[in-house]
């Protein structure tokens, strides 16, 4: 089994380009994933990983096997000092892999008879998309859209924030006027939440074929969403505040829907 025991390894340099770099991660077509629960939930999601980097004192050979779907999976044996170069957090599980990058498309989403959609336009912190993913993956809704992203979702930001529930959801990116083409082709109501032109959420019925649409707290929706809806939506403000966290909000719409559909 190769082993590599030096940082200044050029391999390990290039996967110090892959950890940092969008560039590198969209010209290779490959991502990084750090820790177990992620890496089960990558090969859950049909994610194909190619390499596995491992400490071999805290990561027995039957922990391995489970990540091995095929046998052209490299195994490599790291040094702590290469594992601490790579590694995202401060927790040590002792393992990383290289994964291959998913299609994201629109086209490449295969919904149910009666989809439960959400869609982020243009969330500016990877904390923010980890979060709206881990809502999504615990509503178990069809999809999440990334409308105008600002980052890509690989950034190990997003691997880590969404705890492995960026592999758990089907997702697609777009840009917003792709989207709601997307969305009216296939006969899905758009309800965006935003100030302008509002309703209450909990007024609506969202039984049938459902988008939930969530902007920015800064900004919120832009103005092609607002006009482009089924129904503006709006959740009641009770305090000093007019807006609350993205994911927060997506909670609380995916939730209603969620509950008009019987959980």
């Not at 086209?107 to 912190?125: G, T």
């Not at 296939?186 to 509002?198: E, G, P, V």
């Not at 969202?206 to 649409?213: E, F, I, N, S, W």
Request: proline share 3%; hydrophobic share 40%; net charge neutral.
């Amino acid at each position: 089994m190769k082993q590599i025991t030096s940082v200044q390894n050029p391999f390990i340099k290039s996967l110090v380009q892959l950890q940092e770099k969008a560039k590198t991660r969209k010209q290779t077509g490959t991502f990084l994933i750090e820790g177990k629960r992620e890496m089960e939930l990558a090969v859950k999601g049909n994610y194909e990983i190619t390499t596995i980097l491992f400490l071999p004192e805290l990561v027995s050979e039957k922990e391995l096997n489970q990540f091995i779907l095929s046998n052209e999976t490299e195994k490599i044996e790291i040094s702590k000092e290469v594992y601490q170069k790579l590694a995202y957090r401060d927790t040590t599980e002792g393992i990383l892999a290289i994964a291959k990058a998913k299609s994201l498309q629109l086209s490449d989403l295969k919904l149910s008879e009666n989809p439960l959609i959400l869609v982020a336009e243009a969330p500016e912190k990877p904390g923010n998309v980890g979060a709206l993913l881990r809502t999504a993956d615990a509503a178990n809704i069809d999809a999440v859209i990334i409308a105008n992203p600002k980052s890509d979702l690989y950034n190990p930001n997003i691997v880590r924030s969404s705890v492995g529930c960026l592999f758990t959801r089907q997702i697609a990116t777009a840009t917003s006027e792709e989207a709601i083409a997307f969305l009216k082709a296939n006969n899905i109501a758009i309800y965006s939440a935003t100030l302008q032109d509002s309703t209450t959420y909990h007024s609506q019925d969202y039984t049938t074929p459902t988008a939930l649409v969530v902007g920015t707290e800064a900004t919120g929706l832009t103005e092609i969403w607002r006009k482009e809806s089924t129904k503006n939506i709006i959740i009641p403000m009770q305090g000093e505040i007019d807006s609350m966290n993205v994911s927060v909000a997506a909670a609380i719409v995916l939730f209603e829907a969620k509950r008009q559909r019987g959980f």
